[in-house]
Structures are given as C-alpha cells and as structure tokens.
C-alpha cells in the first residue's frame, strides 16, 4: 500500500468502519459481518481517492469496546480520529485514554432503541464530559424523532452531528413536519449533517440533490456539511464499493469551491484536524 506523504490536509473521510471477524460481538447486536474491514484497507481507499485523513467510527456491533478502533487510531496518528461508542457512566479516566488516542467524538446509534429523556442527569453528565472535551455526539436514528431528541443533546453544549442526511425515506422534504422540525434546528451553530449513505435512505441522484438543497437553504450556507464513505457500507456491500461513494459525492457536489469546504474546511473545524499536518 502506498500511504500519502505527511504534509497539508488533502481531504477528510468522516464515516468509516474497520472490524475483523476475530473480535468479539456485542451481544444485542443487529448485525454480524462475515468479514474483514481493515485498517489498511481503508486507508488504501484513501489515498486512491487522494485523501490526507479519515474518521472511524466504531461500529455498533463491538459495542463499548473500542480496542480495535484505539489500536489503529495509534498506529496512524496522523491520518486517523475516531468517535466511540461509550457507557453513559464512563470515567473520566477512560475518556482522556480515548482523547489521547486521537477520539474525537461519541456517537449514539439509536436505531431500533427506545428514545430516552436526553435531559436527565446521568445524560447530562456524559454530555458535559464530552462537551469540556471539545467532541462531538454523533446520532444515528431516522429523521421522524431527530427534532424530538436535538433539542435535549443541545442544551448541554455539545455539538451534534447527524449521520446519513438524517436517515429520511427518500429525501428531506419540507412538507413533512418531522423533517420540518429538524431544517428549523440548523440555525444552531451546533448542529452539523453527514452527506454519506443515501442507500440507507433508499434516495435517488435526484433526491439526495433536492436533499442537500434544502440542508443548504436552512443553514444558509454550507458551512456545516461533511462528507463520509460509510465504507464497508455494511449490509449494502453488494450494492456499492468506497470508488462508487467518492464518485457520487463529486456529482452532487460539482462546485470546486463547496467541495473543498465539505471534504476539507468544515471537518477539520469539527475534529479539530491541523490542516498542516
């Protein structure tokens, strides 16, 4: 494999997984893969694709273990940041290990959960946690509950990422009120949207533009959109590959000025990426 030299940030993956079939699985997992995601795979994808760095994200299916994810993160500090996967009671010990290892971030995969009081004490310490560490808290749950539970993450202070266009069924549409709540909750500079996985939406070319369209019209800018892979595209394998996925994001962002914010202004600010290293 040949790695991109040390040197200016060239573009940033936010959304990738890296796993092999060795580890052990949490036990309420929805999904269980049959094969390897390697470290050294992904960062092949990126430099095929001539990008400087990329964001993992541990997968659901390893739970609270973030091992592996810390494992790689130290071995490509310069490449690499991560969002983990933690217990709501996770020590403050625990935490600065991970911010050591190059974690950024936190995420919530709330898919098939029942939804919680975001506002209650021991969430709001996490948050505060996360939040005095200048990270993030990244969700995963589909766009008919996000105008629900945003409201109660902000009010700690964190910045919020969503994943996957918010997960709509096609495509963000103004005239449906949940999708609705969410646009009107982009004037917060806290809040930030992954342009990544419109199979998970099932969206077509058309409606992930109409999409991104009306991301831009409630921020007023496109100061707050990233960009990610979701490599390997768990569950979509068959249907699509990282080439397929950078491709797609060229064609829905054809403007040279707006890509370079997306790939490259916007989550270096998020993850606090030195651009010069």
């Known amino acids: 494999m040949t790695q991109l030299a040390s040197g200016a940030l060239t573009g ?28 050294e795979q992904y960062l092949a994808h990126l430099d095929h694709c001539g990008l ?31 969002t983990a996967v933690v217990a709501r009671d996770v020590t403050e010990e ?22 919680e009081d975001y506002r209650s004490a021991s969430w709001r310490t996490l948050f505060a946690k996360v939040a005095r560490r200048g990270w993030s808290v990244e969700i995963q749950r589909g ?4 105008g629900e539970i945003l409201p109660q993450i902000l009010q700690s202070g964190v910045a919020v990422v969503i994943d ?10 103004p005239a449906n009120s949940d999708h609705r709540a969410l646009l009107s909750l982009l004037s917060s500079e806290a809040v930030w949207v992954k342009l990544s996985a ?32 979701d490599w390997p595209h768990t569950r979509f394998e068959a249907q699509t590959d990282y080439d397929a996925q950078f491709s797609l994001m060229e064609t829905l962002l ?21 651009r010069a290293a």
């Open 12 to 39: 940033v993956d936010t959304h990738a997984h890296i796993f092999h079939q060795g580890l052990e699985l949490a036990g309420n997992r929805r999904y269980s893969p049959d094969y390897d995601a390697t470290v």
């Open 52 to 82: 400087s760095h990329g964001v993992l994200v541990q997968p659901s299916f390893l739970g609270t273990d973030n091992r592996h994810l810390v494992d790689a993160l130290r071995r490509f500090p310069q490449r690499l940041r991560g």
């Open 94 to 115: 625990t935490l600065d290990e991970l911010a050591e290892a190059g974690v950024v971030g936190i995420r919530l995969n709330l898919i098939g959960q029942p939804l």
């Open 143 to 146: 766009m008919e509950d996000l």
């Open 164 to 173: 996957h266009f918010g997960l709509p069924d096609g495509e963000i549409d």
């Open 198 to 229: 419109t199979y998970r939406s099932r969206s077509t070319l058309v409606q992930a533009r109409r999409s991104i369209d009306r991301l831009r019209e409630a921020y007023g800018h496109d100061d707050r959109l990233v960009w990610g892979s």
């Open 254 to 274: 054809p403007d040279a000025a707006e890509r370079r914010k997306v790939l490259i202004d916007n989550p270096a600010r998020l993850f606090g990426i030195d």
